[in-house]
């Protein structure tokens, strides 16, 4: 459980399109292992992290790899189904402030249903606890299911936060309106309330956080290098997606989607464009579901990976290399083919490697190392 070591995972080049020259080998070490379900995974300093569990536990990983117990102070999790204690990420001035974001799946003060929440806490000097937790957002309403709650975190530029949310499966309608949280991309304050200048303050019937709406259920999300936001979809039996969430965009679902109902049979007039909605930068048909998200920017995996943006499957138990052009998705090739794992979630570390979790019950935290 505390030990370094590689696993034989090579890296395949799925698209004959890349030239010889863009080809290159990758394996992985096993940083950590022994996680139930992790699912997101932040940068403390001192090659330590914090990884959250979906039963509802954070933890400490030391640079050696040792999984410490888990931490004191958080609130209630409504943990079930695709809910849980998911997300994680450090502020900005996480040296100097020790603050942290999580999101969570949050039951109701009274009677039934939960929804995503988003909370900011400060790690203990110790790193045993949290402390000084506050609710900064809690989506509404809430309803009594176990699926959809989107769940990821970015903080902009501004000190800002974005937070994805799933449209919860049964109110997949709630999407293309303004009265509620449910599929859709807000943004809030450090602190709490909505951001000032988002789109849609002010105007009646609509809630004052939203960023973007018509989605589905994002689960990754990242900052570009450009400061710019996007973020990865589940779509249904089809259609998942990759797009770049901007201010007041409707994104479109349930009313246009490249996948149709599980089973078979189309979703609405089952078409894939309207006047007035953005289409995907990316589309996966069939789906891979779409997990962690992650820009490389470090120069440790070559010129050729630079700007590339890297996107896990749950589904194929890959990791996917889009890369792009501008805003346009051009290539993608399919690395780790014999992982054989659920990638959960994807990040750059501040030592430039990048970092995989796996979704399972025993679960590992990997680093990503470049070919020779």
């Given at each position: 459980?505390?030990?370094?070591?590689?696993?034989?995972?090579?890296?395949?080049?799925?698209?004959g399109?890349?030239?010889?020259?863009?080809?290159?080998?990758?394996?992985?070490?096993?940083?950590?292992?022994?996680?139930?379900?992790?699912?997101?995974?932040?940068?403390?300093?001192?090659?330590?992290?914090?990884?959250?569990?979906?039963?509802g536990?954070?933890?400490?990983?030391?640079?050696?790899?040792?999984?410490?117990?888990?931490?004191?102070?958080?609130?209630?999790?409504?943990?079930?189904?695709?809910?849980?204690?998911?997300?994680?990420?450090?502020?900005r001035?996480?040296?100097?402030?020790?603050?942290?974001?999580?999101?969570?799946?949050?039951?109701?003060?009274?009677?039934?249903g939960?929804?995503?929440?988003?909370?900011?806490?400060?790690?203990?000097?110790?790193a045993?606890?949290?402390?000084e937790?506050?609710?900064?957002?809690?989506?509404?309403?809430?309803?009594?299911?176990?699926?959809?709650?989107?769940?990821?975190?970015?903080?902009?530029?501004?000190?800002?936060?974005?937070?994805?949310?799933?449209?919860?499966?049964?109110?997949?309608?709630d999407?293309?309106?303004?009265?509620?949280?449910?599929?859709?991309?807000?943004?809030?304050?450090?602190?709490?309330?909505?951001?000032?200048?988002?789109?849609?303050?002010?105007?009646?019937?609509?809630?004052?956080?939203?960023?973007s709406f018509?989605?589905?259920?994002?689960q990754?999300?990242?900052?570009?290098?450009?400061?710019?936001?996007?973020?990865?979809?589940?779509?249904?039996?089809?259609?998942?997606?990759?797009?770049?969430?901007?201010?007041?965009?409707?994104?479109?679902?349930?009313?246009?989607?490249?996948?149709?109902?599980?089973?078979?049979?189309a979703?609405?007039?089952?078409?894939?464009?309207?006047p007035?909605?953005?289409?995907?930068?990316?589309?996966?048909?069939?789906?891979?579901?779409?997990?962690?998200?992650a820009f490389?920017?470090?120069?440790?995996?070559?010129?050729?990976?630079?700007?590339?943006?890297?996107?896990?499957s749950?589904?194929?138990?890959?990791?996917?290399?889009?890369?792009?052009?501008?805003?346009?998705?051009?290539?993608?090739?399919?690395l780790?083919?014999?992982?054989?794992?659920?990638?959960?979630?994807?990040?750059?570390g501040?030592?430039?490697?990048?970092?995989?979790?796996?979704?399972?019950?025993?679960?590992?935290?990997?680093?990503?190392?470049?070919?020779?």
């Amino acid at each position: 459980m505390t030990r370094l070591f590689a696993l034989p995972l090579v890296a395949v080049l799925s698209l004959g399109s890349l030239p010889p020259a863009v080809a290159q080998a990758a394996t992985t070490e096993v940083v950590a292992s022994g996680l139930q379900n992790p699912w997101g995974v932040a940068f403390i300093g001192d090659g330590r992290m914090l990884v959250t569990e979906r039963p509802g536990r954070m933890r400490v990983v030391g640079a050696d790899g040792r999984v410490g117990q888990p931490l004191g102070g958080l609130p209630p999790v409504e943990a079930g189904g695709q809910g849980g204690l998911l997300d994680v990420i450090t502020d900005r001035e996480f040296a100097s402030n020790r603050t942290v974001y999580f999101c969570y799946s949050e039951p109701a003060a009274s009677g039934g249903g939960n929804s995503t929440a988003l909370a900011s806490a400060k790690l203990s000097s110790d790193a045993a606890r949290l402390e000084e937790v506050k609710v900064i957002f809690s989506q509404a309403p809430k309803v009594s299911s176990r699926s959809h709650f989107g769940c990821r975190i970015v903080q902009a530029t501004d000190g800002s936060l974005f937070l994805t949310l799933g449209d919860r499966f049964s109110r997949m309608n709630d999407a293309q309106t303004l009265d509620n949280h449910h599929g859709k991309v807000v943004r809030v304050r450090a602190t709490g309330g909505a951001h000032p200048d988002n789109p849609f303050v002010g105007r009646a019937g609509a809630l004052p956080e939203i960023w973007s709406f018509g989605h589905r259920n994002l689960q990754g999300a990242a900052l570009a290098p450009d400061g710019g936001l996007w973020t990865s979809e589940h779509g249904p039996q089809g259609g998942d997606e990759i797009n770049r969430p901007q201010a007041g965009k409707n994104h479109g679902w349930p009313v246009i989607t490249f996948g149709e109902n599980y089973g078979g049979g189309a979703i609405g007039e089952g078409i894939t464009r309207k006047p007035g909605m953005e289409q995907p930068l990316h589309q996966w048909t069939p789906s891979i579901a779409p997990s962690g998200l992650a820009f490389v920017t470090s120069e440790r995996y070559g010129k050729a990976w630079q700007g590339s943006l890297l996107a896990g499957s749950l589904k194929f138990r890959y990791l996917s290399r889009l890369v792009i052009e501008g805003e346009r998705v051009v290539r993608e090739e399919k690395l780790l083919p014999d992982l054989n794992q659920r990638v959960r979630d994807v990040r750059q570390g501040p030592d430039g490697f990048i970092y995989l979790l796996t979704d399972d019950r025993n679960g590992q935290l990997l680093r990503l190392l470049p070919g020779r």
